[in-house]
């Protein structure tokens, strides 16, 4: 067990707390030091909100704003999947935001009983998956060697792989147990807890900066 204490005097407007900057360079010292120290561990973290948001904006590369106002409603005896590497590419973000966004979906859409809306969504998802993401890692996917990059794009493939094999689960029980099968080599996928929505990890001012990126590819290859 690991104490991350998050004062009651931080950012106070006088100086007798932490400030900002410091609290958020604590927590990325934490982390890294204990992603060193349990390599290969599963770790649990128990902690207050701030704590999270200061992780999210470490692990994911984003702006303090992001991280800390970006992020509504997260609410205590929340859990959130926190990978063991820092992910410094914004497709690779961008791509777990969606994910999660796509599992708030379909739990929205099955809570309402409504197939069609969750089916909708599953299937934009996939074309951000295969036209984007997966395009445009490609060279990330064929470099040489194993780099941190090219390692981080083969694990985030393989997580939002098994995420989305548990997400169509209901919709696609055959086409999806052989997938999740084949990507975890467990028993069966329907055996597994349906995901839950991680809002920690949805970015929308990347989010934004992606649609207007996809936006101008679209436009230069009307143009072409």
Not at 144 to 155: C, H, I, P, Q
Request: hydrophobic share 40%.
């Amino acid at each position: 067990m690991v104490e991350v204490r998050h004062s009651s005097h931080i950012w106070s407007q006088d100086d007798s707390g932490e400030t900002r900057d410091a609290f958020c360079e604590r927590i990325a010292i934490w982390y890294d030091r204990i992603i060193a120290e349990f390599s290969g561990k599963r770790i649990l973290v128990v902690s207050h909100g701030g704590v999270f948001r200061a992780l999210n904006k470490h692990v994911q590369g984003i702006s303090y704003e992001d991280a800390f106002h970006g992020t509504k409603n997260l609410v205590n005896a929340e859990v959130a999947e926190v990978p063991a590497y820092v992910r410094g590419n914004p497709l690779d973000r961008f791509i777990i935001g969606e994910m999660e966004t796509l599992i708030g979906k379909t739990t929205d859409a099955l809570d309402a009983y409504d197939l069609q809306r969750g089916a909708r969504a599953i299937t934009e998802f996939m074309d951000d998956l295969t036209n984007w993401y997966v395009r445009r890692s490609r060279r990330r996917f064929w470099e040489s060697g194993m780099s941190d990059d090219k390692r981080a794009a083969y694990e985030t493939l393989h997580r939002v792989l098994v995420d989305l094999t548990r997400v169509m689960a209901p919709f696609c029980p055959f086409v999806s147990e052989s997938v999740y099968r084949a990507l975890t080599g467990k028993e069966s996928v329907h055996l597994e807890n349906y995901p839950i929505f991680e809002r920690t990890w949805v970015s929308q001012s990347l989010r934004s900066d992606m649609k207007k990126t996809k936006d101008l590819v679209t436009l230069g290859l009307a143009l072409r």
